[in-house]
């Protein structure tokens, strides 16, 4: 365990560990000379790479799934089906493109809905006007 | 307005009946590494995206298997398949990942899949 | 499908993401991304699927030597003879985009003892094994797994000899794995039925291990649901 990238490794893991979600009270932008290149690896970090944190024992649950869970898995996989996109790049947009804050922060399939609306806008299939309209109109069925 | 062009159909035309990793075969070109061989994982810039995860990074590790050929995830992941590769299962001994491992269960081992690009021979 | 759906009458209002879940759906419909007989005909496939062909499949194999071989060598081909076509079985016809179409069998021995984890995101082996459970995607069973295998397994009630060799499966690319464990003692002279029904899905992801009379996973709390969905 000699080697400089191993012992940046471990360094890194422990870094990485305290980046967490937070409802902050203030923001911080620092200065270039206040983020050296371990934090700068750190902030840059893919969010999804989690392997070998600590973390402390939970209780394991089985969980039910909503009727929206259901339908966002089939409406990604229906959406590679049709070649809007593959699987690699669902995986880095809803796994590591939407930050570490929505990555924990999020339900398992929030992270997929929001990629799936996301992807909608991104590759110019759908307009934000339209998908605001929409979410706006669906809204208003329930009220 | 000018939008984007996005080819929908490449992926389907070339994985229907065959299966992907399947309809990559043949592409990546002679392997580097065979089974047995010892590498060290470089600990590459993963900028925006990888596969390779961080705790294996400058790790030695031992080639179990040539597993298929594929393009890298940071290629296929903005659709891009000019490149495919040769993917390897490795095995890393716990004992080489973490300091802290016991020395009890020495035998103790992890094993990921690793495109040829991030393996370098020990 | 969800258009029918009424908020649950413990929520006052319906939640952003039953909305955006249905704005996104009906959008790609409308732009012609996909039709709403696709999306019901990948609900009509996620209804097939289970444990069950993985289960049979290491049943197969402990009652069939030459079958264990060709698991193991080749866990798509060994796949077709418990009814799971990796490429052709899915609406598709290229398999699922999500889990690809590379199944590796992984053959636990009295010295080897394989669990698996996706420490990148929840990658699992949907076509014949069906949905990932909940603790297999959280950021703890992955962050911990691959560093502290034997507490985690601990956790799951598998106590394991300093002799046996853990090896944690991190499913990181195309492949997805199942666990062939070692067949218990007891199961002399059963059949291929009676075999199949200890294979547990937390067997073949490889945080328990057969017995005979087990043939539910161990209980464990279930979350519910606000608005579950009917398989």
Partial sequence: MSSATR????????????????????????????????????????SHDVGGEPDVPIT??????????????????????????NAEERRRRQNVDVGQTQYLGLPYYGRWLLTAARILVDKQYVTLTELSDKIDEVKKRYE | MSKPHFDREHHVKKATGIGDPQCFK????????????????????????????????????????????????????????????????????????????????????????????????? | MAEKHKPAPMVDEVSEFEVLEIAV???????GLFTAEDHQHWTEYMHTLGPLPAARLVAKAWLDPEYKKLAVKDGVKASLDVGVDWVNSMP???????????????????KLKHVVVCTLCSCYPRPILGQSPEWYRTPNYRRRLVRWPRQVLAEFGLQLPEDVEVRVEDSNQKSRFIVLPVRPEGTEGWTEDQLAEIVTRDCLIGVAVPRPGKTVNDPRPVRPAINPYKH
């Fill in chain 1, 7 to 46: 012992q940046k490794v471990m360094r890194h893991l422990d870094i990485v560990k305290q980046l967490q979600p937070s409802l902050h009270v203030e923001t911080h932008a620092p200065a270039p000379d206040q983020v050296d290149n371990e934090h700068y690896r750190a902030y840059t970090r893919m």
């Fill in chain 1, 60 to 85: 394991w649950e089985e969980k039910e799934e909503e009727v929206w869970e259901h339908n966002t898995f089939v409406t990604c996989e229906v959406l590679a089906w049709r070649g809007v996109w």
């Fill in chain 2, 26 to 122: 043949g592409e990546a070109g002679p392997a580097k590494f065979k089974v047995g061989d010892k590498v060290r994982i470089k600990d590459l810039p993963d900028i925006f995206y990888s596969r390779t995860q961080v705790y294996t990074r400058g790790a030695p590790a031992t080639v179990a298997e040539l597993v298929y050929e594929s393009p890298a995830a940071e290629d296929e992941s903005w659709d891009n398949t000019d490149n495919p590769v040769w993917f390897y299962s490795v095995v890393f001994k716990q004992k080489d990942l973490w300091p802290d491992y016991p020395d009890t269960f020495a035998n103790d081992t992890v094993e990921t899949e690793l495109p040829e690009r991030w393996l370098e021979p020990l």
């Fill in chain 3, 25 to 31: 759906r009906e959008l790609a419909i409308e732009k």
């Fill in chain 3, 92 to 110: 598709t016809k290229f398999g699922t985009p999500s889990d690809y179409c590379n199944l590796r069998v992984l053959e636990d021995t009295p």
